[in-house]
């Protein structure tokens, strides 16, 4: 993904599999925030979220927005690719 250059059916199979992976840690997030909100003061909450499942999202949206900008290409450069 350095170099914007993948096998587009790859990248489109990721893609989706990692649109699936986000839906689902949105899903437990909200459980998350729901049971604990019970148990621990608001600001815990929050701190543990942060510090535990925002990393981990953002990590999904940096690598969605990558295999975006792969998906985007019309035409890919001739082999050797120049490093």
């Known amino acids: ?4 250059f993948s096998n587009p059916v790859y990248v489109e ?3 989706e599999e990692l649109s699936e992976i986000k839906m689902e840690l949105d899903r437990a997030e909200d459980r998350l925030l ?3 909100s019970a148990a621990f ?3 815990s909450v929050q701190e543990w979220m942060k ?3 925002d990393p981990i999202k953002d990590e999904i949206i940096s ?3 990558k295999l975006a900008t792969i998906l985007s290409q019309k035409s890919f450069p001739v082999r050797p690719i120049k490093l």
């Open 34 to 36: 729901i049971t604990m």
């Open 41 to 43: 003061p608001e600001w």
């Open 63 to 65: 690598l969605k927005d």
């Open 1 to 4: 993904m350095d170099h914007i």
């Open 13 to 15: 199979s990721t893609y």
């Open 51 to 53: 510090t535990y499942v």
